[in-house]
């Protein structure tokens, strides 16, 4: 069984100043949501993740699918959201460099950031 909540930490500085490397957040990716080995979309069995313009989501690299994104979800463009970073000068990978990423692709919402307490 998949829990519809999912911790994920963050690796990179490309989301700084809201993200810093080391934060722990926790990412909604809905009931019965899919679940693709690395590189296996045959089957998509769950509804995708509501998201809408500004929020935080994980993403499956489009050309990497063992590698997870966090970015912001700028706006939806030909079935392909266009994720951005909020610190792109640190050469972090997003749209810019990808073009839109799949809605499919998009694995989870960012609910929250748990750790470190203290920020």
Known sequence: ???????????ERSMEPALMPG??????R????????AGDRSTDPGRRVRVRPGQLVVARHPHL?????????????GG?????SDN????GVDSFRLGPVPADL?????LMRYWPPWR
Do not use: C, F, Y
Request: net charge positive; aromatic share 14%.
């Open 106 to 110: 998009i694995e989870g919402r960012v």
């Open 80 to 84: 392909g959201w266009w994720l951005t």
């Open 65 to 77: 699918p063992g590698m997870l994104l966090v970015k912001r979800a700028a706006w939806l463009e």
């Open 23 to 28: 934060d722990w957040l926790l990412a909604w």
């Open 1 to 11: 069984m998949r829990w519809p909540v999912w911790r994920v930490a963050v690796a």
């Open 30 to 37: 809905g009931i019965g949501s899919r679940h693709h080995p």
């Open 88 to 91: 792109p000068g640190v050469g």
